[in-house]
């Protein structure tokens, strides 16, 4: 654990790591959504916990209970991904990772169709890859432009979402 580039702290690699192998397991107090919500409705950083969605019931939040799992940073140009097995989250190499490397994975939170300009802009991405898409969101296909403009300052009105078309 040590100072992050991307944010805050974040977690290195000690030691070469394969591609493929499983690098630590996401720990932390299981609660429901309920539970998650009313914990953190109040906090201004709510959307900076350690809460990571286990299935559709139940959510670990790190905060409590937690490993250095919970620091591993957000990019999109990942070195980990996460892998859910049989109650548990892993953190699994997706390529070769050289000792004193950063370990990052794909956040990928979940797209509210409420969100506007100012969501976007709350969860702007600082990963620096050359393939930053410039939020930590989970951006729908038909709405990236229209997060683009977001992200660079410009207020665009939304477009209404695609009809879903039957073959």
Same mark, same amino acid.
């Given at each position: 654990?040590?100072?992050?580039?991307?944010?805050?702290?974040?977690?290195?690699? %000690?030691?070469?790591?394969?591609?493929?192998?499983?690098?630590?397991?996401?720990?932390?107090?299981?609660?429901?959504?309920?539970?998650?919500?009313?914990?953190?409705?109040?906090?201004?950083?709510?959307?900076?916990?350690?809460?990571?969605?286990?299935?559709?019931?139940?959510?670990?939040?790190?905060?409590?209970?937690?490993?250095?799992?919970?620091? %591993?940073?957000?990019?999109?140009?990942?070195?980990?991904?996460?892998? %859910?097995? !049989?109650?548990?989250?892993? %953190?699994?190499?997706?390529?070769?990772?050289?000792?004193?490397?950063?370990?990052?994975?794909?956040?990928?939170?979940?797209?509210?169709?409420?969100?506007?300009?100012?969501?976007?802009?709350?969860?702007?991405?600082?990963?620096?890859?050359?393939?930053?898409?410039?939020?930590?969101?989970?951006?729908?296909?038909?709405?990236?432009?229209?997060?683009?403009?977001?992200?660079?300052?410009?207020?665009?009105?939304?477009?209404?979402?695609?009809? !879903?078309?039957?073959?």
């Amino acid at each position: 654990m040590r100072r992050s580039k991307i944010q805050g702290r974040g977690a290195f690699a %000690i030691k070469p790591i394969r591609k493929g192998q499983k690098v630590d397991e996401y720990w932390g107090q299981r609660i429901t959504h309920e539970e998650a919500d009313d914990r953190y409705k109040d906090n201004d950083a709510r959307h900076h916990t350690f809460l990571f969605v286990l299935d559709d019931e139940t959510v670990l939040d790190a905060r409590y209970g937690g490993n250095d799992a919970r620091f %591993i940073n957000h990019s999109c140009d990942p070195n980990c991904e996460t892998e %859910i097995e !049989k109650g548990h989250i892993y %953190i699994k190499a997706i390529k070769a990772i050289a000792p004193e490397t950063e370990l990052t994975y794909d956040y990928r939170f979940a797209w509210q169709d409420d969100y506007g300009p100012k969501d976007v802009r709350y969860y702007t991405c600082r990963c620096g890859s050359k393939k930053c898409r410039g939020t930590i969101l989970k951006v729908p296909v038909y709405l990236r432009p229209t997060v683009r403009e977001w992200l660079a300052g410009n207020d665009v009105k939304k477009p209404r979402k695609p009809a !879903k078309t039957t073959r």
